[in-house]
């Protein structure tokens, strides 16, 4: 991705103006295939600069000929441009702790292994998908847990100690899971998540099925005879979409 950035100066008499312009003219950033994420900023310490920010999907965007809608509504304000230039993004970036992770939420490690101690436990006595595991490594629960762990922002263990995203994924190369299999693996992990008291509420339940749902179907797919996929890609990382945790003081948005 390539960020833009656009600096204004305005005055503070023009402020409204120029807001409400922006507003109407991100309209055709919200429509634009190319455009990742938009935002404008206002200087706190300096009202009068602004920062509009605008993230491309390819390196060859820009504010062209292509967005006359949006060139008509800040035209009035092109000449308190101060700056208008291209940013590569460096691998320096992540998420602050301001929201706990997936991992944390959960309870930790701890909480992820008794997850799976319990999952597996009921796996190995199901008729559908026991006999699949019937020659396990006796490490299995704990690697897999190591495996979530990683996946929802904890310690990076499986990719330390266990070879990472492309050990895991050779597991399932050639096992032919089917749908059913995939169904009853979910299923069971979800009534294994409730028997080990993982945390309950819909935030965090949404989160953990939504990987859930992924990563079987990716593992269904990988199974497959004949699936050739890359045995070597970075490790997923899973957070809490577009529900963050409930913190009472902050609301519950209508219908979430
Ligand atoms: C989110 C979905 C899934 C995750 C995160 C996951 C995770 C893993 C991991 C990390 C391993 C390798 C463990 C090691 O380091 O040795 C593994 C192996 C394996 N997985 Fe999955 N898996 C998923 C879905 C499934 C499904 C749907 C099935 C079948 C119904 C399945 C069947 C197996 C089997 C049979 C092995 C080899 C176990 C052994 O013999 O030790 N997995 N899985």
Not at 37 to 55: F, K, N, Q, T
Not at 173 to 185: D, F, M, V
Not at 216 to 237: C, D, I, K, V
């Amino acid at each position: 991705m390539i960020v833009e950035y656009l600096r204004y100066r305005i005055d503070p008499g023009e402020a409204d103006g120029f807001e409400a312009a922006c507003a109407r003219a991100s309209a055709s950033l919200a429509a634009a295939p190319q455009c990742v994420d938009y935002e404008l900023s206002r200087c706190v310490e300096d009202p009068a600069s602004y920062i509009l920010r605008i993230g491309w999907a390819s390196g060859h965007d820009s504010l062209d000929e292509r967005f006359p809608a949006f060139l008509a509504e800040i035209e009035p304000y092109v000449r308190e441009i101060e700056e208008m230039r291209h940013y590569e993004r460096t691998p320096v970036r992540g998420t602050g702790g301001s929201v706990p992770t997936l991992y944390a939420w959960a309870g930790g490690g701890e909480a992820l292994e008794r997850l799976t101690e319990v999952f597996y436990d009921r796996v190995l006595k199901d008729d559908l998908i026991g006999p699949l595991f019937a020659g396990m490594d006796p490490g299995h629960p704990r690697y897999v847990a190591m495996w979530l762990g990683e996946v929802f922002g904890g310690p990076e263990r499986y990719s330390g100690e266990r070879g990472g995203y492309h050990h895991m994924v050779r597991q399932h190369l050639g096992k032919a899971i089917t749908e059913p299999q995939r169904r009853r693996w979910v299923s069971l992990l979800m009534d294994a998540a409730d028997d080990a008291g993982l945390p309950d509420d819909p935030e965090f339940r949404a989160a953990f099925a939504g990987y859930i749902e992924w990563g079987t179907r990716l593992a269904l797919a990988n199974s497959q005879p004949g699936a050739a996929p890359p045995l070597e890609a970075p490790m997923p990382h899973w957070g809490w979409g577009v529900a963050p945790p409930y913190v009472p003081s902050a609301g519950h948005p209508a219908g979430s």
